[in-house]
């Protein structure tokens, strides 16, 4: 199997897709070859061309990859809500193994593949009980777990990560993500209580992107250098680039 790496969140909504398109644009920087997949998107918006999947969009300019976004993004849904959810109200039909299959050809063609789930790990996918941990444990990448910086992310990360370990996939590390301005007690001790409680190394804490005309409009370059300086990236690059 190639190399590749699988960002899951604890959460909707906790830079999930800034942290991946860092650490792709971060990656690639180095000289890197560098794949991204995001197999599912909801809340994609609908142009006269159809459904744009903003964040595969996001990932595809972050590690200027050269595959087309049907590729990268292959199932597409419009209403904000759970794949499979958004999927039965669309008349659409999602398949574990297809996911597993748009995976695993962009992985082919790249030295690592950053692929991004939906949501947490128990976010349903498919029509019967297939969920995101589901398709991690098919695509067989270990797992970068990202969460929020904020209050309440202690037990929400951990959970996640004994989740994935309970179902035997390795995770390499947490990143957290600072998603609203400030910083409290919380902020401050919680990277620390994370690590010691979750027992996996903690790659950084990403900053408030805002600050810096973050969110997705971001450029590549300057999201780059946010992440080389925030992160520990040569956890990954031992692990995976040989």
């Known amino acids: 199997m190639s190399r590749g790496l699988f960002v899951t969140g604890t959460d909707t909504g906790v830079g999930k897709t800034l942290v991946a398109g860092g650490v792709a644009a971060a990656l690639v920087a180095r000289g890197v070859d560098v794949g991204v997949a995001k197999p599912v998107e909801s809340g994609c918006l609908r142009t006269s061309n159809g459904l744009v999947p903003t964040d595969a969009a996001f990932l595809k300019r972050m590690a200027s990859a050269p595959e ?8 597409r849904l419009e209403a904000p809500l759970a794949p499979a959810v958004a999927a039965e109200r669309e008349g659409v039909t999602i398949r574990l193994d ?12 790249h030295a690592l593949t950053l692929c991004e789930g939906a949501g947490g790990l ?3 996918l498919d ?7 589901d398709l991690i444990r098919r695509v067989g990448f ?3 777990v990202v969460g929020r910086l904020g209050l309440g992310t202690i037990n929400h990360t951990t959970l996640t990560v004994r989740a994935l370990q309970a179902a035997r996939v390795d995770v390499v590390g947490v990143v957290l993500s600072q998603t609203a301005p400030g910083r409290g007690p919380a902020e401050e001790t ?3 209580a994370v690590e010691r409680l979750t027992g996996v190394p903690l790659l950084g804490v990403v900053p408030y992107l805002e600050e810096l005309g973050g969110g997705l409009e ?4 300057a999201l780059a250098a946010v992440i080389e300086e925030a992160l520990d990236l040569s956890i990954i690059l031992k692990q995976h680039i040989k």
């Open 122 to 124: 128990y976010v349903p």
């Open 190 to 192: 919680n990277p620390a």
């Open 127 to 133: 029509g019967e009980r297939g969920c995101v941990i």
């Open 98 to 109: 297809e996911l597993e299959a748009a995976v695993r050809s962009v992985a082919s063609r």
């Open 218 to 221: 971001i450029e590549r370059e």
């Open 68 to 75: 087309p976004l049907e590729d990268i993004c292959p199932v």
């Open 142 to 144: 270990p797992a970068l």
